[in-house]
């Protein structure tokens, strides 16, 4: 909760661009991009059997599992 609640609005509010976090409880990887303001507009939900690309380098592919524990 830390992560979203704390450090994400202080990420928006700071311009970065792109931030992923691992939902241990749970086990999607979310993603959250356009910082505006405090907050992130566009949060993707990805599971394993996704993959996603940083949003700088859209040719460079990941697959979710890749990142989860």
């Given at each position: ?14 311009g970065?661009?792109e ?21 992130y ?19 460079v ?9």
């Amino acid at each position: 909760m830390y992560d979203r609640n704390v450090k994400l609005p202080r990420y928006a509010k700071s311009g970065v661009p792109e931030v992923w976090i691992e939902n241990l409880e749970d086990d999607p990887l979310l993603v959250f991009r356009d910082p505006a303001g405090g907050a992130y507009q566009t949060c993707l939900i990805l599971r394993p059997g996704d993959s996603l690309s940083v949003a700088a380098f859209p040719d460079v592919v990941f697959k979710v599992e890749d990142f989860l524990g």
